[in-house]
């Protein structure tokens, strides 16, 4: 069965009248979990989708290079990112009942987060909104400020790109250490890694360019020390 019929069947289960918040309080235990994270990702990038003012059609692409959606799935991918948009629940209910259910695996939080930049970025333009929306969600995920700067210099053009950000050291950091953050990156991104964390299949393709960032980081770092 694949997470698009699991997500369709959780739609079909909410009463008249209920939005999605209320799956989010149905789906707490695994597998469910990657259930949830799924329709938390498209549910949060379609209410900050709305932040810049404008629903394009590349942001609703962005949902397809996320997660691998079959064509026979595409209308349950479309109602959650419907019920979301239209839903006058604000998104930082969303985000709080989120990060209730993920407060004891930060690491999704911040998979999660990850899935939103990337859904910012896929016009093209990094707006305003939609950085006052990315931080405040931050925010109540309680994501530390330096994974948020490093998030923002993956993703975020005219970002400061300073490999140390990426790799969330401080600027004077030994190469030493910097070579402990830089396994400790790599191991906790590891497909395998990140599939025991309860992330869908479709999302695990995040990592790859995570990765790159990553070791483009370390290797800019290790080169300037040779």
């Known amino acids: 069965m694949s997470i698009w019929t699991r997500i369709t069947e959780a739609l079909s289960a909410l009463a008249s009248g209920e939005g999605l918040a209320a799956v989010f309080d149905r789906l707490r235990s695994p597998p469910e979990r990657s259930v949830a994270f799924t329709i938390a990702v498209i549910a949060l990038g379609a209410k900050m989708a709305k932040a810049d003012g404008l629903v394009t059609r590349d942001e609703v692409t962005a949902f397809r290079e996320v997660f691998k959606i079959a064509e026979g799935d595409t209308a349950g991918a ?43 970025m896929a016009d093209g333009t990094y707006h305003p909104n939609e950085d006052a929306f990315l931080a405040e969600v931050a925010g109540i995920f309680g994501l530390p400020e330096d994974d948020f700067a490093a998030l923002k210099a993956r993703f975020v053009p005219d970002t400061s790109p300073l490999p140390h950000t990426v790799l969330g050291i401080r600027p004077g950091a030994t190469l030493e250490e910097a070579r402990a953050a830089w396994r400790k990156l790599v191991r906790e991104n590891h497909p ?5 964390r309860g992330l869908p299949e479709e999302a695990v393709r995040m990592a790859e360019k995570r990765l790159i960032d990553i070791n483009r980081a370390w290797e800019t770092l ?3 020390a040779a």
């Open 78 to 120: 479309a109602r959650v990112f419907n019920l979301a948009r239209q839903d006058v629940t604000g998104f930082d209910d969303y985000a709080r009942r989120i990060a209730d259910m993920f407060s004891a695996q930060p690491d999704m939080l911040r998979d999660l987060m990850e899935g939103l930049f990337h859904i910012a």
């Open 192 to 196: 395998d890694a990140l599939v025991a």
């Open 222 to 224: 290790s080169n300037r």
